[in-house]
């Protein structure tokens, strides 16, 4: 199957340090991912992410491949959620004028059209921007 590269933007009016430190601690995903709501725990080095859905839940495994504190990391999903077949996530951290800079790289295959698959990465990853700003005004 095909990959894709989806790549998104997202200014953190934070110290790079402070923006590494809320991204080390996983529990912070459900802070930025509302919907849907997502209930995050650690089982040795990977992280596993539940998703409720009408009738059940949704589970899959994250495991962090890689870190260079405080600039990036990398993490792969273990049969990642529909639509996705396949999902490595590079983050990136750099300084910008008066905040942090942050790079989201995911190499994705997915089973629907690669357009529709964007657009909903797109959606998400408005969404955990918006939630990002409204945290670190508080």
Same mark, same amino acid.
Request: aromatic share 16%; net charge neutral; charged share 20%.
């Given at each position: ?12 009016? =934070? +110290?790079? !340090? ?7 601690? @996983?529990?912070?995903?459900? $802070? %930025? /991912? ?5 209930? =995050? +725990?650690? !089982? ?7 998703? @409720?859905?009408?009738?059940? $839940? %949704? /589970? ?79």
């Amino acid at each position: 199957m095909e990959r894709y590269l989806f790549t998104y933007k997202t200014y953190l009016p =934070v +110290s790079l !340090e402070e923006a590494w430190a809320f991204f080390s601690e @996983p529990d912070n995903l459900a $802070r %930025i /991912q509302t919907f849907p709501p997502v209930h =995050v +725990s650690q !089982e040795g080095g990977s992280i596993l992410v539940r998703v @409720p859905y009408t009738g059940g $839940r %949704i /589970q899959f495994k994250t495991t962090i491949l890689s870190e260079d504190a405080p600039h990036e990391f990398k993490d792969k999903m273990e049969n990642p959620p529909f639509p996705f077949s396949y999902w490595e996530h590079t983050h990136q951290f750099s300084k910008g004028k008066d905040g942090t800079i942050m790079m989201d790289h995911i190499w994705f295959s997915s089973v629907v059209p690669a357009s529709l698959a964007v657009k909903g990465l797109k959606w998400m990853f408005k969404s955990r921007e918006k939630q990002l700003t409204n945290f670190f005004k508080s």
